[in-house]
């Protein structure tokens, strides 16, 4: 009988059900070991997004610190001491671009822009490595940490906008 039904089985030109299961695993298999080195997902943010995530963290910071102080922005010169503590031990790495190597200080304050400035005014931008509490203009905004090309800006609306390098004469500092 075990003949019989081995001669009716290869005769019959169909497939069983666990020859196709077999099948379709297989090529499941298949597909799933010769994609896989390119099926990696990576969480981690490139620095130039990184960067504006910094920047508007320090934007709803020194926003609070408005709220809390009579509507009035922190003093230039000592802005980063004044917004510092709404971040608590995260505020060093803030205040760093992800993009450039060295741990340092890497934003600066416009202390032109005021609460009731138009709100394309820059509030925050981009220096070169530098001390905390910076305060400058156009002077000391550097596209130097995105390969010469960008930089992060900003905005007294509490916008981060990526600038090229020749759109920077066209901000507004006051």
């Given amino acids: 009988m ?9 005769n019959n030109k169909g497939l ?3 020859e196709v299961m077999i099948i379709v695993f297989a090529i499941f298999f298949a597909v799933y070991w010769l994609t ?11 620095p130039l997004t990184m960067c504006q995530s ?4 320090f934007g709803l910071a020194i926003q609070m610190y408005a709220d809390e102080n009579s509507g009035s922005y922190p003093l230039p010169e000592k802005w980063y001491d004044l917004v510092s503590p709404y971040f608590g031990n995260e505020a060093d790495e803030l205040n760093h671009c ?11 304050m416009n202390p032109n822009c005021k609460p009731n400035s138009p709100p394309d005014t820059v509030l925050l931008f981009e220096t ?5 509490d910076l305060s400058g203009g156009p002077e000391l905004l550097t596209t130097e940490n995105h390969k010469e090309k960008v930089c992060n800006v900003l905005f007294n609306d509490g916008s ?3 600038v090229k390098k020749e759109e920077i004469p066209n901000l507004k500092w006051e």
Avoid: D, L
């Fill in 2 to 10: 075990n003949e019989e039904y081995r001669n009716k089985r290869f």
């Fill in 16 to 18: 069983t059900i666990y």
């Fill in 36 to 46: 896989r080195p390119y099926a990696q997902i990576s969480y981690e943010q490139p």
């Fill in 54 to 57: 910094n920047m508007k963290c």
């Fill in 98 to 108: 992800p993009a450039v190597k060295e741990y340092k200080y890497h934003y600066a």
């Fill in 128 to 132: 070169q490595n530098t001390g905390w």
């Fill in 160 to 162: 981060v906008v990526t």
